[in-house]
């Protein structure tokens, strides 16, 4: 099993909203990721997660909080975003925290309202 | 086949031809690159990776070369078919963000007419 799973395939939110993205991956990988692509450009890091601890957070706005639960579960909350916050998030995972290859799911396409 | 030589954005190809994509990267202590394949709606898909300690590495149908003194990389695909239109980012793993993030290049649209 190679596969990433992402939930939902899309989001549509209000500003005051509060909901969260969800990641699984069953590879046994101890890295995962969340990144976010605006449309016609490349995929931004936004986390690093390594053994369920954060291990990078590139200055992502505090609406975003990220948790994950165990090794095989990463989720992304969000709280009070803004329309500039509409993109396609991904999550991907790799082996480990390193020079590993990541593999990445089909995204949640968020928009926000 | 067709090539660039510079990134561009858009590469169209008839198909059966030779595709050349090229990526200039930025860091030259990085020591892994990817490709990724992006087709519409979906997220990214591996396509093939080199280290730095590699010139070349063939996969089916495809093959990326490592020039490391001009820091330039390229996806040569073979006998290009329609399903390989998509969006194509190549990667870079700088050492300075602890061996785990990729940067991602801009990213080539690569359109096959049959």
């Known amino acids: 099993d190679t596969e990433v799973t992402q939930t939902p395939k899309h989001l549509v939110m209000g500003m005051t909203n509060k909901k969260s993205l969800k990641c699984e991956q069953h590879?046994?990988?101890?890295?995962m990721y969340w990144y976010k692509q605006k449309a016609k450009k490349p995929p931004e890091l936004m986390f690093v997660?390594?053994?369920?601890?954060?291990?990078i957070n590139e200055s992502v706005p505090s609406r975003f909080s990220p948790e994950c639960p165990n090794s095989s579960l990463l989720n992304l909350h969000l709280h009070a975003l803004q329309p500039e916050d509409s993109a396609l998030y991904l999550c991907?995972?790799?082996?480990?925290?390193?020079?590993?290859?990541?593999?990445f799911g089909p995204g949640t396409r968020l928009t926000v309202t | 086949g067709e090539s660039v030589g510079l990134h561009l954005p858009t590469l169209s190809v008839q198909e059966g031809d030779n595709s050349i994509i090229n990526c200039a990267y930025s860091?030259?202590?990085?020591?892994?690159f990817i490709w990724y394949k992006q087709e519409s709606g979906k997220g990214p898909q591996f396509i093939i990776d080199?280290?730095?300690?590699?010139d070349k590495r063939q996969g089916q149908r495809v093959t990326v070369l490592l020039n490391k003194t001009v820091k330039h990389l390229s996806l040569q695909i073979a006998a290009t078919q329609p399903g390989d239109s998509a969006v194509y980012f190549c990667?870079?793993?700088?050492?300075?963000?602890?061996?785990?993030?990729?940067?991602f290049g801009k990213g080539t649209t690569l359109s096959v007419s049959s």
């Open positions: 991907a995972s790799s082996q480990r925290e390193g020079v590993y290859e990541q593999y």
């Open positions: 590879m046994g990988h101890r890295a």
């Open positions: 997660y390594s053994y369920e601890k954060l291990s």
């Open positions: 860091n030259s202590a990085s020591d892994y």
């Open positions: 080199i280290r730095s300690n590699m």
């Open positions: 990667a870079e793993n700088p050492p300075d963000q602890a061996g785990t993030a990729l940067i």
